[in-house]
């Protein structure tokens, strides 16, 4: 399957693993992932750059 350029709130979450919640609660809104990964709003979904995310857990 192709990987796509996004990732989805819960795809994040499985990567890093936590639970969606976790994710939401206590990494998403740190300043360490806000300066590193820009979330997008499409469609009423919020979507972050699979790269970013990437480049995220590496600096962890």
């Known amino acids: ?3 796509t350029f996004f990732m989805t ?3 994040v979450a ?6 969606k919640n ?5 990494i998403r809104y740190t300043q360490n992932f ?4 820009r979330e997008k709003h499409v469609g009423g ?3 972050f750059p699979r ?3 990437e480049e ?5």
């Not at 499985?14 to 639970?19: A, R, Y």
């Not at 976790?22 to 206590?26: A, G, L, S």
């Not at 806000?34 to 990964?37: E, G, L, N, P, S």
Request: a neutral charge.
């Open 22 to 26: 976790f994710f939401d609660q206590q």
């Open 45 to 47: 979904k919020i979507l």
């Open 14 to 19: 499985q990567k890093i693993p936590c639970s």
């Open 1 to 3: 399957m192709e990987e």
């Open 51 to 53: 790269k970013q995310v």
């Open 9 to 11: 709130r819960q795809q």
């Open 34 to 37: 806000k300066d590193i990964v």
């Open 56 to 60: 995220y857990l590496e600096q962890l």
